[in-house]
């Protein structure tokens, strides 16, 4: 994904390349590549050869939305998949989670988003999980988080051990596509510092607020950044291949 949709990041390293689940942002973090594993074989049971693994991937985000209670939109299809996969390009393009607004709003800027859509797309931490490595330097040293709230972290994640613990990116509705998490951020409740720097007294304020109190406009500006995201740099034509097996090329 980090070269663009080409399903880059479900192939396995091989002896020409080192791809891009081991590189930091995604080891230990993406996962669940056994399910488009069994998407993929079913698809091409019924249909060989003409749904890629990069299609499936952009179907699979959307359905996992709806399936948790969010928005639908309409995926654009006709990807192909990438025969090689860039260790360096998920080291340096994937937004850390250490980042402050400016740097926030420059990263997503680098691929075409507005600060709008970046804080749209954010939103998507209304469900999944973080590991203690990431939002430990936030509980125990940010003065802009709930006090209660840090307190209730570090049980689980200890000052020195415990990195792969992991908590919810929105302790309140964790497995539920709503606004939970922008509400979480108006009560200074959000888990990285990264989502914290979205309602920090700067100018995404008031977006994070206009979300907190209206899922419709999050849902609407979420869906449409989706579509948009799907659209960084697809392989088309006869550019790439369609995949047989989505961990290696044909």
Known sequence: MQQGCDGSILLDDTANFTGE?????????????EVIDDIKSQVESVCPGV?????????????SVVALGGPTWTVQLGRRDSTTASLSDAETDIPSPALDLDDLISAFSDKGFSAKEMVALSGSH????????????????????DSSFAESLKSNCPDTNGDDNLSALDDTSPVIFDKGYFKNLVD????????????????TDSQVSSYASSATSFYKDFAAAMVKMGNISPLTGTKGQI???CRKIN
């Open 188 to 203: 200074n409740k959000g888990l990285l510092h990264s989502d914290q720097e979205l309602f920090n007294d700067g100018s």
């Open 51 to 63: 749904v890629s693994c990069a299609d499936i991937l952009a179907v699979a985000a959307r359905d």
């Open 21 to 33: 689940k081991t590189a930091g942002p995604n080891a230990d973090s993406v996962r669940g590549f």
């Open 126 to 145: 209304t469900i999944g999980q973080a590991r203690c490595l990431v939002f430990r330097d936030r509980i125990y040293n940010d003065d802009n988080i």
């Open 243 to 245: 995949r047989v097996n």
